[in-house]
């Protein structure tokens, strides 16, 4: 069983940068792929990056060049970086393990607005 807990998300002005961390508990952390979701009101929730157990790394295209996603095994923790944010980024963002089961965190909303 694994927990999630996100935190550092917030209200934020267009061009500027918000630090996302997911936390981690229970065993086999570094078995994980970790993940970062988000969803928009009236939008599907959509795979924003992701992040192998190995550490390689995958990005939509939308966000490629601005979001960064890290992990840290001693800590066991995952990171989404945002920079030069934008209204379109606006949504609750979700911290996503997978390894034989789904796990999901709570969320965390984004605001991204003048």
């Known amino acids: 069983q694994v927990q999630l807990v996100e935190s550092g998300g917030g209200l934020v002005q267009p061009g500027g940068s918000l630090r996302l961390s997911c936390a981690a508990s229970g065993s086999g952390f570094n078995l994980y792929a970790m993940a970062w979701y988000r969803q928009a009101p009236g939008k599907q929730r959509e795979l924003v990056a992701r992040?192998?157990?190995?550490?390689?790394?995958d990005y939509i295209d939308s966000v490629k060049g601005r979001f960064t996603i890290s992990r840290d095994a001693g800590k066991k923790t995952v990171a989404l970086q945002m920079n030069s944010l934008n209204p379109e980024d606006t949504a609750v963002y979700f911290c996503?393990?997978?390894?034989?089961?789904?796990?999901w965190g709570q969320g965390t909303q984004v605001t991204v607005s003048s």
């Open positions: 992040i192998s157990s190995g550490g390689s790394t």
């Open positions: 996503n393990a997978q390894w034989l089961r789904t796990f």
